[in-house]
């Protein structure tokens, strides 16, 4: 089964840096991108970003360039989203998600069950 | 690059057939037929209902169909169902990036 799994809800003070994981498996990590996508609480959802673990080649929506650090360490098949300074603002449930990518068709599926990250001083 | 337009909330009574648009532009919906519908319970993660525009993955029901006509994509509900009640968003490719629409609400009354 094609799992991905992320890692527990954090709690943490403006200013300070954070790294959460989204780890693969049930299928060959370093041949599926791995997208991450914002939801703020009652709001939408927002894609971040997205990483191709076999060579580490990285897209960012214009939005999060700068923001976030998006990265993967594929040999323990995971998938990261890490901030170096955390802002109130960045309070939200962020997922991981795998992009199936077929000729010209691509969508992301399945998706992490989620990470809260909750920033308050 | 937007946000894709969807309806903030649509409704209907079981068995009834409901759409759901999702307008973009020539830069992402117009130019790939790529667009994929996700369905998210609250609290819960967003689950593939449509890919490819039009296809079902294994275990969606035959009642959700997905259609384009220009820079719109619709996902209709046919036969209504009260498990359908949820938040339903729409995503496309618009060339090394994504794009999700604003999601909306289904009601079933």
């Known amino acids: 089964e094609v799992q991905l799994v992320q890692s527990g809800a954090e709690v943490k003070k403006p200013g300070e840096s954070l790294k959460i994981s989204c780890k693969g498996s049930?299928?060959?990590?370093?041949?599926?991108?791995i997208g991450w996508v914002r939801q703020m609480s009652g709001k939408g959802l927002e894609w971040m970003g997205i990483i191709y673990p076999g060579d580490s080649d990285t897209r960012y929506s214009p939005s999060f360039q700068g923001q976030v650090t998006i990265s993967a360490d594929k040999s323990i098949s995971t998938a990261y989203l890490q901030w170096s300074s955390l802002r109130a603002s960045d309070t939200a449930m962020y997922y991981c998600a795998r992009l199936e990518w077929v000729g010209e068709s691509n969508w992301f599926d399945p998706w992490g069950q989620g990470t809260l990250v909750t920033v308050s001083s | 690059q937007s946000a894709l337009t969807q309806p903030a909330s649509v409704s209907g009574s079981p068995g009834q057939s409901i759409t759901i648009s999702c307008t973009g532009t020539s830069s992402d919906v117009g130019s790939y037929n790529l667009v994929s519908w996700y369905q998210q319970y609250p609290g819960k993660a967003p689950k593939l209902m449509i890919y490819?525009?039009?296809k079902r993955p294994s275990g969606v029901s035959n009642r959700f169909s997905g259609s384009k006509s220009g820079n719109t994509a619709s996902l209709t509900i046919s036969g209504l169902q009260a498990e359908d009640e949820a938040d339903y968003y729409c995503c496309s490719y618009a060339g090394s990036l994504w794009v999700f629409g604003g999601g909306t609400k289904l009601t079933v009354l």
């Open positions: 490819e525009g039009n």
């Open positions: 049930g299928y060959r990590f370093t041949s599926y991108w």
